[in-house]
Every structure is written in structure tokens, then in C-alpha cells.
Nanobody, 126 residues
Framework: VQLLESGGGLVQAGGSLRLSCVAS????????MGWFRQAPGKEREFVAG????????YYADSVKGRFTISRDNAKNTVYLQMNSLKPEDTAVYYC????????????????????WGQGTQVTVSS
């Protein structure tokens, strides 16, 4: 599965951005998708996840109530709507795909994901 993110940019605190991630290739092998982010000097962390089939969603506590993950199965696209952005949300955001054999793994386990996009920069100014 190949993944391509877009939609990053510079926004003021309190603003909004919507990220997109288009999947191509062996998309039938994808069971679920996740968004991660990595700030300078920090480890990559889980942000949100969604299952293709049922649309079940999962969020990190730090973004609950502000971010919304959604998917468009017909377009093989996953979105991350980010509202009420804070400077601490500044990071490179990555989307990732996981196959059905990873179903027993936690959403936040990076090794459960077998395909990653190149990332898109999100910068929130104060």
C-alpha cells in the first residue's frame, strides 16, 4: 500500500486544518488506518485511527474533542480534521496502514503498521 498525505501548513492557534491521506496499490490488504505525528526531538506518537469496514474510531487523549478522523472508502482516502489547534500540535503528521493480522495490537503500536506516508508538516503559531 502506498500512502500520500496532503493538507499540512501554517495556521494560527485556534485555527483548523484538514489532512488527507490517499491509499493506492494493494489497498484491499489494509484493515485500518492511523494518523501519527512527530515533533522535533520527540518520538512519533499515535493521534487517531479508523477501521475501513465499520468506521470505528480511536483517539489519543491529547486530541479528543478537537480532531476527527474519517474515511471515504470509494476514494481510498482517510481524513484528519483538526480544530482548535494548539502550538503543541506542531509536528510532521504521518498516515499509516495496518493489515488484518494486526487486529490484536494496540492502535498506538507503530510496528503494527506496515505502510507509511512521507508525512506533512503542520505548524501552529501562538
Amino acid at each position: 500500500v502506498q500512502l500520500l498525505e496532503s493538507g499540512g501548513g501554517l495556521v494560527q492557534a485556534g485555527g483548523s486544518l484538514r489532512l488527507s491521506c490517499v491509499a493506492s496499490g494493494r489497498t484491499f490488504s489494509s484493515y485500518a488506518m492511523g494518523w501519527f505525528r512527530q515533533a522535533p526531538g520527540k518520538e512519533r506518537e499515535f493521534v487517531a485511527g479508523i477501521r475501513w469496514s465499520f468506521g470505528s474510531t480511536y483517539y489519543a487523549d491529547s486530541v479528543k474533542g478537537r480532531f476527527t478522523i474519517s474515511r471515504d472508502n470509494a476514494k481510498n482516502t482517510v481524513y484528519l480534521q483538526m480544530n482548535s489547534l494548539k502550538p503543541e500540535d506542531t509536528a510532521v503528521y504521518y498516515c499509516a496502514s495496518r493489515g488484518p493480522t494486526s487486529a490484536g495490537s494496540s492502535w498506538s503500536v507503530r510496528t503494527a503498521y506496515d505502510s507509511w506516508g512521507q508525512g506533512t508538516q503542520v505548524t501552529v503559531s501562538s
